[in-house]
């Protein structure tokens, strides 16, 4: 089954305490991105992947960092996370960038951080 | 900035009726519109898309309206099933290779 994994689903953190939300992709997917989800300001991209070793900033990069070593995988890092990165995380992949390339969303992560 | 944006952050409708929800842009160089579709839990998935040199484009119940000049699209649902209750989000691109920049989503109940 063609899908997009993340985990955890759900993540309660203290400020300060790094961690990392995994994702996978089973689809060969050139392109991957993580977007974050808040109340009134919808999908915010926060990094994005072209491919293998090629990431950049979306719109919202602060507080995050990414790697892109595997084709499969694209894990987004928070360093030192704070209560403003408390928010509903999706992982998406496709063929290639773009609005003529279906996305496809893992389920979400569900993050707080007191 | 919010270059795209769904005025409208709820809609009810009953069964059975027309659901139009609705979406605005202001960046002119988008040429490419997405709907996705998002369950509880759940993430989102591809609904129906348009590109700019078509003003109409269906898929079942489901047809996206584009007004290049008014910069605005519309998401038509005909007719409204309960299984239709969902939050919907509009998305455009420029071009098909360029990243997805999505609005804010709104939120469709379809009652019985």
């Known amino acids: 089954e063609a899908q997009v994994t993340q985990n955890p689903r759900y993540l309660i953190t203290v400020t300060g305490k790094k961690l990392t939300v995994t994702c996978s992709q089973n689809?060969?997917?050139?392109?991957m991105s993580w977007y974050r989800q808040d109340p009134g300001l919808g999908l915010r991209q926060i990094y994005y992947?072209?491919?293998?070793?090629?990431?950049d900033k979306g719109d919202v990069p602060e507080g995050y960092k990414v790697s892109r070593k595997e084709k499969r995988n694209f894990p987004l890092i928070l360093e030192s996370p704070s209560p403003n990165q408390t928010s509903l995380y999706f992982c998406?992949?496709?063929?290639?960038?773009?609005?003529?390339?279906?996305?496809?969303f893992g389920p979400g992560t569900r993050l707080t951080v007191t | 900035d919010q270059q795209v944006k769904q005025n409208s952050p709820s809609l009810s409708v009953q069964e059975g009726r027309i659901s139009i929800l609705n979406c605005d842009y202001t960046?002119?160089?988008?040429?490419?519109f997405l709907w996705y579709k998002k369950y509880p839990a759940e993430g989102p998935t591809f609904l129906i898309s348009i590109s700019s040199i078509k003003d109409k484009n269906e898929d079942g119940r489901f047809t996206v309206f584009l007004n290049k000049s008014a910069k605005h699209l519309s998401l038509h649902i005909v007719p409204s099933q309960p299984g239709d209750s969902a939050v919907y989000f509009c998305?455009?691109?420029?071009?098909?290779?360029?990243?997805?920049?999505f609005g804010t989503g709104t939120r469709l109940q379809v009652t019985l």
């Open positions: 689809m060969n997917h050139e392109y």
């Open positions: 998305a455009a691109s420029k071009g098909t290779a360029s990243k997805l920049t």
């Open positions: 992947s072209m491919n293998v070793e090629v990431t």
């Open positions: 998406a992949s496709s063929l290639y960038q773009g609005g003529g390339y279906e996305q496809y």
């Open positions: 960046n002119s160089m988008f040429d490419y």
